[in-house]
C-alpha cells in the first residue's frame, strides 16, 4: 500500500520557518523527482520546489532564496525548509514523487503565515 506520510504544518508568523516532511512507502519502483506543491484558496495548485534522484533543483520564483527542498533517498524522504515565509505562503502543501511511470500525491499539510 503506497503511503505519502507528510508532516510538519503549522501557523507561524510573518518571517519564522517551518519544516515539511514527506515520507513515502511501499510504492516499489525506484522513486525520480520528488516535489512540494501548494493550493491557496480560490487558486490553483502550483509548483513550489522539485528535486531529482541526483539532487537537481528547481524552485518556483515566489520562493527562490528563502525555500530550501532536499532529499534521502535511503529512507524515500524529501523536505522542505521554508524560511523568511510570508503571509501569500499560506497554503495545503502537498508533496509529490514520480516514478517511471505514474506519480503519486500527499494528503497536505496546512501552512499558515500570519501577519
Known amino acids: 500500500q503506497v503511503q505519502l506520510v507528510e508532516s510538519g504544518g503549522g501557523l507561524v508568523q510573518a518571517g519564522g520557518s517551518l519544516r515539511l516532511s514527506c515520507a513515502a512507502s511501499?510504492?516499489?519502483?525506484?522513486?525520480?523527482?520528488m516535489g512540494w506543491y501548494r493550493q491557496a484558496p480560490g487558486k490553483q495548485r502550483e509548483l513550489v520546489a522539485t528535486i531529482t534522484r541526483g539532487g537537481t533543483t528547481k524552485y518556483a520564483d515566489s520562493v527562490n532564496g528563502r525555500f530550501t527542498i532536499s532529499r534521502d533517498n535511503a529512507k524515500n524522504t524529501v523536505y522542505l525548509q521554508m524560511n523568511s515565509l510570508k503571509p501569500e505562503d499560506t497554503a495545503v502543501y502537498y508533496c509529490n514523487v514520480m516514478t517511471w511511470n505514474r506519480g503519486y500525491w500527499g494528503q497536505g499539510t496546512q501552512v499558515t503565515v500570519s501577519s
Open positions: 511501499g510504492i516499489g519502483f525506484p522513486i525520480n523527482d
